[in-house]
């Protein structure tokens, strides 16, 4: 058994975006722990998504936390408008990212109580991040190549889970192809919150669907 509550963060990308109040609340009614955000800049990855307006529009209608991936080329450019739209955990790509900008975020985010996130893309080996991992409140391991939502999940990163627990003692997030039959397999390498948009969203029943990937964690 666990003895860690797994968290079960939606991606709204895969909500329906003409009524995006009624979709963050219906998520929290199902008893979501986390909104993920995913910011794309259609330069990083080959889709534009949302930005910092919509993000501060979503702060005002819930009371969850929100989870903010920033897959864009130029993090620190843009961090000060993440901050001040509410954002609980910013995430940036490693990729993106050398060990002295790393620093200057954390610096930022701690001084606003707010969580940063590293991530890394399927083909990025684990030894890419692992001198940000001091730095890290959190890893975002993507079982998917970023960019669209609805993608299936990528079994070849589950030893990088495994690998990563080892040698990282903070939360560690997989986004991507999060099913609630891919779920079992990333919480048993490791992962500690999950990031599922179509899963979700796109079920009959969202508390059903949540509750199945919480019990991947059993």
């Known amino acids: 058994m666990r003895k860690k509550k797994l968290l079960i963060a939606p991606s709204i990308l895969s909500a329906d975006f003409s009524c995006l109040e009624k979709e ?6 199902a008893g979501a722990d986390w909104v993920h955000v995913d910011v794309m800049d259609g330069h990083f990855v ?49 990729e993106v990212s050398c ?23 399927p083909a990025t ?14 890893v975002l391991v993507m079982s998917v190549n970023p960019g669209f939502g609805g993608q299936s999940f990528m079994p070849g990163v589950l030893p990088k889970i495994s690998r990563l ?6 939360i560690i997030e997989v986004d991507g192809g999060i099913t609630d039959q891919t ?13 599922a948009g179509s899963y979700v969203f796109k079920a009959k029943n969202r508390a059903r669907a949540i509750e199945r990937l919480r019990n991947a964690g059993n």
């Open 165 to 170: 627990r080892k040698i990282f003692k903070g």
């Open 183 to 195: 779920a079992p397999l990333v919480v048993a390498n490791g992962a500690d919150m999950l990031v």
């Open 24 to 29: 963050v609340n219906s998520i929290q009614k």
């Open 99 to 121: 060990l002295s900008l790393i620093k200057k975020i954390k610096a930022k985010l701690d001084k606003h109580k707010i969580m940063l996130g590293i991530s890394f893309n």
């Open 125 to 138: 080996p684990l030894s890419k991040i692992k001198k940000f991992l001091a730095y890290a409140d959190l």
């Open 46 to 94: 080959p889709n534009i998504s949302i930005g910092s307006a919509v993000t501060a529009s979503i702060k005002k209608r819930t009371k969850l936390p929100l989870d903010v991936h920033l897959m864009i080329d130029d993090p620190w450019f843009y961090l000060d408008d993440f901050i001040n739209a509410g954002s609980s955990i910013i995430t940036v790509h490693c």
